[in-house]
């Protein structure tokens, strides 16, 4: 079982549309996950605009990857370092 920062058992983060690395709701990494994808995050306007800013455009849907693209108030797995740099 996969545990969060407290020690608690990792919940779903979104499953609509479906988020993490594994594309399964869970905010949780593997050895080839380059971005970490592991902090669990409701998106913002401002962040979608600084993202869009750093070349990673999430509000744009993406149909043929079934990505409504995000609004501010998303749920969204972050990379930790987009996290940190935010």
């Avoid at 919940?11 to 996950?33: E, I, K, V, W």
């Avoid at 605009?49 to 999430?58: C, P, S, V, Y």
Wanted: charged share 20%; aromatic share 10%.
């Amino acid at each position: 079982m996969e545990l969060n920062v407290l020690g608690k058992p990792l919940l779903s983060c979104c499953d609509n549309p479906a988020t993490g690395y594994f594309r399964d709701g869970l905010c949780r990494t593997a050895a080839h996950d380059y971005g970490t994808h592991v902090v669990c995050a409701v998106v913002t306007q401002e962040f979608l605009e600084f993202t869009i800013r750093r070349g990673n455009d999430l509000s744009t849907p993406i149909p043929h990857w079934k990505f409504p693209g995000l609004k501010p108030g998303s749920k969204w797995c972050l990379c930790i370092s987009r996290w940190l740099e935010a």
